[in-house]
């Protein structure tokens, strides 16, 4: 079987406390992806003020590089995508953008991020765009057009969003089907994983699923 993929979405006002220490908690969060190898990390943090966000993801690159040293022979490292904002990704020298469904399509994406010398970066040759997808179709569309992976959602239930019915794993299953890694979204744990798997996902992506559990211990049990 292909190795499993994983993809942390962050959240930082679900951690106690101040504005400060959530910053610090989300901060360890990606530490702790990285050291783990987790594939892809998106900073979700939508309400911040550009300066804001430009400074936490900084701060998050910087944990990734401080996570994963380089050696000789290094593995790829963890790669950062911001929510939305490809002026943010490009200022920090992120890896690329999760565009959400509806959003700026990833043409245009890749236009802005090429004039802007986005392809300059020695670790990435192209932006890494992933996107929102919740019907089969749109996966198609998003292989189409170029998207490097997508988000299907929702799979499952998720316990704060009852009245949002989900897919299942049949419809994940149909997502499969195209040419692009489709990574199992939404109600997403450690009991379901498998079945993602089966059903033909790339991997699984989540917020809780990362945030409330030990990181390592899930990518153990995935890639033992």
């Known amino acids: 079987m292909p190795r499993a993929l994983l993809y942390y979405i962050t959240d930082r006002n679900s951690f106690p406390g101040d504005e400060s220490n959530r910053r610090h908690a989300l901060l360890a969060k990606v530490a ?14 939508k ?8 400074q936490l993801a900084s701060a998050a690159l910087s944990a990734i590089r401080d996570a994963q040293p380089r050696t000789e022979n290094r593995e790829p490292r963890t790669a950062l995508l911001i929510n939305s904002r490809t002026d943010v990704a490009l200022a920090t020298a992120a890896d690329g953008v999760h565009l959400p469904a509806n959003s700026i399509s990833i043409e245009e994406t890749r236009r802005v991020w090429d004039l802007s010398g ?30 490097d992976l997508a988000l299907f959602a929702p799979v499952f239930e998720k316990k704060d969003a009852p009245n949002r019915n989900p897919v ?5 299953h149909q997502a499969c089907q195209h040419h692009i890694p489709v990574f199992a979204l939404g109600g997403v744990t450690l009991d379901n994983i498998g079945a993602c798997l089966d059903a033909g996902a790339a991997g699984v992506a989540g917020i809780r699923l990362f945030q409330e559990h030990d990181i390592a211990e899930i990518v153990g049990r995935l890639r033992a």
């Open 118 to 147: 986005g392809t300059d970066r020695p670790h990435r040759t192209r932006a890494a765009i992933s996107l929102s997808c919740h019907r089969p179709d749109q996966v198609h569309e998003a292989a189409l057009a170029g998207a």
């Open 47 to 54: 309400d911040l003020r550009t300066r804001d966000l430009e």
């Open 168 to 172: 299942g794993l049949d419809v994940l």
């Open 32 to 45: 702790e992806a990285a050291r783990a190898r987790v594939d892809y990390i998106q900073l979700r943090e």
